[in-house]
């Protein structure tokens, strides 16, 4: 006989452990299931406090670590500071049928420890793009609908931000904002004197400024991604884990991967789902009333795929649309403009702020019409150079080193980030050809930025350009490094919710069309990708969803 | 944590090393024993001679001055750890063979081995070999290799400024701040490091 749960919750991070959270404080008994090893908050941060010149190599991988991580090794989140938060690539491979750079971690916490922990709303706007300009299908619920649940999420998660009053970055329940540094400040005030509807303002981050909901506030060592003994930012371990396992109601089952959701095709219900133990390869079935697939884009459609009770659902589980899998999307990123602030050689920021500042969206808004759809954001900040700055007129000796001893100019750059379209053909499915370490299938991506992503890139360098040329920067340089999706670790889609069963996998409620008792909370979820950072949205969606899952199972309606 | 078992924890991920070579990390040293080990037959892919060498020339590009240089904070055992564990083999190659290339011009310029120069020789050398690095980093193609004695500077101030003694004598270390703002600064005063 399988054990029988209320819930069970398939991945522990961001969405994960905020569905635990939700569900279990509306009395559930809850099976939590993570595919990785446990994490401990604070017991499991090894490298928290481990200075830099303690790590043999300073924080950079040694070709034993790339030749393990030939995906986790393309950019630097995978690094010799926290090696163990990033997934072993040739355990668990995948198909790249065109690049796409997948960033995981399998451990309790997900990407919840090692996130950059930027937290925005969408706008109304962002929720009525699909149905303005047609592409993708529109989003079965609008700003109003979620508004209250970002208010509840964040009030919990503890974000830090500025009240701005901006339609297009809708502000929420901030703790105290970080600071601008003073060239920062200058900046913004010169944006605002130039353009109407540019602001440069502080990032908004799950970061405390304060202490928060018995949590301390943020040291400012911006060493977040090894995880903080403090508990500063939002993970799952330091806000939603406690909270769920403090009910009592809550069964945490690591190194737990979930390869289907099992199926009752006479009464269209998911009875529960099939689990292999990651250590003794064991295979196992749990039951439950509902289920919450929170195990991150791409593997909880991955699971919904590969859910064929034994060839009645070819296509999956839920996918009488045919939508499943289509439509991935990440946002494009790694192009800007940076350059040289003159003056304010008599100040210096103190502290390591893990956080920069945020220039919302403004293109394609308020009248403004470019020859591309949607738009994008910037992230950046300013500082003085450190030691690694080249000093031209310097080459050994005493002289260099005083002179790098000492701080140089200041610079300031910033980085667009920007929405990518909901393209049908942007999919994943199942690579038969390929087995990983636990003999279960895997993904082929195929997924590539188009025209209007191109074309926005143009926008995001120049615009980047023309607005530190406004505020008098000096020798500015602008730069494109290229953005293979998957780079931003914003993936979304390929479960998209919608009005029309026909068109979409998920309704307004994050529930199944096909299959009223799986509820679909994480990225998978999004039905286009703005172009704000999208883990905050993630909270909203789930926490929503859980109170609608547990009054349905009220009403007896699931 | 302590910095042995750091060092552990870090030999289980070069455990299998493609480089061939006996990693001082798959053996569990710590930068305490490296003294020993280095007394011994070197580090790496690096001969002891050349673990020395690169100290005195590290020691001339970040000399003490009223703090600590460059061989106090063993750049040239930094060095030869991460060339040996992460560079690629052709990079390898490319750096020891820079370090014969030193010597070359050294002899070539002074008449001695890098080791026998004293401290002006080496200065003087190691100035104009900048010079040469700098209009050569210029001149060169983008994907041509860089010059040799731009790669040795490169890694030493590395080293060297994140090192115990350059982050915390020749930087400012604030540990914990506690606070991000800005404040007053006046020239001469250190800067602050990473972390």
């Not at chain 1, 900046?187 to 909901?213: C, D, F, P, Q, W």
């Not at chain 1, 069964?251 to 990651?278: M, N």
């Amino acid at each position: 006989m399988a054990e029988k749960y209320d819930a069970i919750v398939v991945g522990s991070g961001i969405s994960g452990g905020w569905a635990a959270k939700e569900l279990t404080e509306r009395g559930l008994k809850v099976l939590l299931l993570e595919r990785g090893r446990n994490v401990e908050h604070v017991k499991d941060y090894p490298t928290a406090t481990t200075k830099t010149w303690e790590f043999p190599h300073r924080g950079r991988i040694t070709n034993a670590m790339k030749e393990r991580h030939p995906v986790q090794k393309r950019d630097y989140p995978y690094s010799e500071f926290a090696p163990d938060f990033w997934v072993d690539d040739l355990d668990c491979p995948y198909t790249e049928i065109k690049r796409f750079d997948w960033y995981r971690g399998f451990h309790v916490g997900g990407r919840s420890l090692m996130w950059g922990r930027q937290s925005y709303r969408w706008s109304p706007w962002d929720f009525e793009s699909n149905k303005n300009d047609g592409h993708g299908a529109d989003w079965p619920i609008r700003y109003e609908d979620l508004a209250k649940w970002y208010d509840y999420v964040e009030t919990f998660a503890g974000i830090s931000g500025s009240i701005e009053g901006l339609p297009q970055l809708p502000d929420g329940k901030f703790l105290p904002p970080m600071e601008l540094n003073i060239v920062e400040k200058d900046v913004a005030a010169r944006i605002k004197a130039k353009y109407e509807h540019r602001r440069m303002i502080i990032g908004r981050s799950a970061n405390l400024t304060v202490e928060h909901n018995g949590r301390g506030s943020c040291q400012y060592r911006n060493l977040c991604s090894r995880g903080c003994q403090f508990g500063a930012y939002f993970s799952t371990q330091s806000a939603t884990l406690p909270a769920a396992l403090a009910t009592g109601n809550l069964t945490l089952r690591p190194f737990s991967i979930v390869t289907e959701v099992t199926y009752d095709k006479d009464k269209k219900r998911a009875k529960g789902v099939r689990v292999i133990d990651a250590e003794t390869m064991q295979s196992i079935e749990y039951e439950a009333k509902v289920v919450f697939l929170c195990a991150s884009t791409l593997a909880s459609t991955f699971i919904l795929l590969n859910s064929v009770d034994s060839g009645s659902l070819p296509d999956g589980l839920g996918n009488t649309s045919g939508q499943l899998g289509r439509n991935l999307m990440d946002h494009h990123f790694r192009c800007g403009a940076s350059g040289d602030v003159e003056g304010y050689e008599d100040k210096i920021a103190f502290g390591r702020r893990a956080n920069g500042f945020y220039i919302p969206r403004y293109r394609n808004f308020f009248g403004d019409k470019r020859e591309y759809l949607r738009g994008f954001g910037y992230q950046g900040g300013a500082s003085r150079e450190g030691w690694q700055r080249e000093v031209a007129e310097l080459s050994i000796g005493a002289d260099l080193k005083n002179a790098l001893q000492e701080p140089g100019k200041w610079t300031i750059g910033m980085t667009g980030f920007g929405e990518m379209l909901p393209y049908e053909d942007n999919r994943i499915t199942l690579d038969k050809s390929k087995k990983d370490k636990w003999g279960q299938y895997v993904l082929a991506i195929d997924c590539e930025i188009k025209e209007n992503e191109k074309k926005m890139r143009k926008d995001m360098i120049n615009d980047a350009a023309e607005m530190l040329e406004a505020s008098g920067v000096k020798n500015i340089s602008t730069y494109d490094n290229g953005s293979y999706p998957g780079m931003a670790i914003h993936e979304m889609g390929t479960a998209r919710m919608g009005n029309d069963p026909k068109t979409s996998v998920l309704n307004k409620w994050n529930q199944m069309h096909d299959v009223k008792n799986v509820f679909v909370t994480d990225g998978s979820c999004m039905t286009s990708a703005s172009c704000q950072n999208p883990s905050l949205t993630y909270m909203a969606l789930t926490a929503r969803a859980a109170e609608y899952a547990v009054e349905s199972l009220k009403k007896g309606d699931l | 944590m302590n910095r042995r078992e750091l060092l552990q924890r870090a030999s289980v991920l070069v455990s299998g090393s493609i480089l061939g070579v006996d990693s001082l990390l798959a053996k569990n040293i710590s930068w305490d024993d490296m003294e020993a080990e280095l007394s011994a037959k070197g580090i790496g892919l690096f001969s002891k001679k050349q673990v020395q060498l690169l100290n005195e020339v590290a020691d001339t590009i970040i000399p003490t001055t009223d703090t600590p240089g460059a061989k106090a904070a063993k750049t040239g055992q930094f060095i030869a750890v991460f060339v040996s564990d992460c560079y690629e083999p052709a990079d390898q190659k490319r750096f020891l063979d820079g370090l014969v290339s030193l010597e070359n011009d050294c002899k070539a310029k002074t008449g001695k081995n890098f080791m026998k120069c004293s401290v002006q020789e080496r200065q003087s050398f190691l100035s104009e070999l900048d010079v040469a690095q700098k209009a050569y980093q210029k001149s060169k193609k983008k994907e041509e290799p860089a010059h040799y004695f731009r790669t040795i500077k490169d890694l030493t101030l590395w080293g060297y400024f994140t090192s115990e003694i350059g982050a915390t004598q020749a930087l400012r270390f604030v540990e914990y701040p506690g606070k991000y703002t800005t404040v007053d600064y006046k020239k001469g005063d250190r800067n602050f490091g990473g972390y």
